[in-house]
């Protein structure tokens, strides 16, 4: 797996409600063989590539983007992301963008929140001395939400701030704007339009994989590397059985 050097994000964190939804994923990983770190508020660990990650009790006042499982209680419910931990060296740089131009509020002392209808945070840590190289294990930039409305006016924004990026590159199911903040840390702005149902109904997403139009071309190639995936919910939506054979 890569390594997280200077500009780059080490962990992934998630919300949850409770300390009890911490001492339920505890107890599921170590079950599964992965060993955590627990702490106040914090659950800590690694996936199989070394990508850091941990589960954090955080209450906000937006609405949870509660994950549904069927072996997994809803009360302990991962909640949707709360934010990500990069390293990063260049902080008062990177303080002036994200409070001048993206009007981050700063949190903590390393710590901005960009507030919405959904809210994220990004901590800078102070970076090792070894130099990062992306892989697996890495992330490779971080996302924030717009709407389709206020996309170009973002991009617009940006280049008035003198900040370099990328034009607006339409993705299929949203548009998506590259920059790169000072401590070199790569991040996206992301519109909702149309969104990912574009090709199936809300009810139907996840049940099969679906591309983009240019790479249903790579479709056989592309199925050939992925690993396929239970779907947790195909018991549910089996027809049920009335006894009665046939």
């Known amino acids: 797996p890569g390594r997280a050097g200077a500009g780059m994000v080490h962990r992934i964190v998630w919300r949850v409600a409770s300390e009890d939804a911490l001492a339920f994923w505890a107890k599921r990983l170590a079950d599964e063989g992965h060993e955590t770190v627990r702490a106040e508020g914090e659950l800590r660990f690694a996936d199989p590539e070394g990508l850091g990650l941990a589960l954090m009790v955080e209450a906000t006042p937006d609405t949870p983007l509660a994950a549904r499982h069927p072996e997994i209680p809803e009360d302990v419910a991962l909640l949707g992301f709360a934010g990500v931990r990069a390293y990063g060296g260049r902080r008062d740089h990177t303080a002036r963008l994200l409070e001048g131009v ?39 930039h ?69 591309l983009p139009p240019w790479l249903e071309a790579r479709r056989a190639e592309i199925e050939d590397r992925l690993t396929p995936l239970p779907d947790p919910r195909a018991a549910s939506r089996a027809p049920a059985r009335d006894g009665t054979g046939g």
């Open 102 to 140: 993206l009007g981050a509020s700063r949190t903590g002392d390393r710590t901005w929140t960009l507030a919405g209808s959904r809210r994220g945070w990004i901590t800078y840590d102070p970076p090792p001395a070894e130099r990062g190289r992306p892989s697996a294990g890495t992330v490779h």
């Open 142 to 210: 971080v996302a924030w939400a717009t709407t389709a409305a206020e996309h170009p006016a973002w991009h617009a924004r940006l280049a008035d701030a003198g900040v370099p990026s990328t034009p607006i590159i339409d993705r299929y199911y949203f548009h998506s704007i590259y920059f790169r903040e000072p401590s070199g840390v790569l991040c996206e702005l992301a519109d909702d339009a149309p969104g990912f149902t574009r090709d199936l109904p809300p009810e139907s997403l996840g049940t099969r994989l679906v």
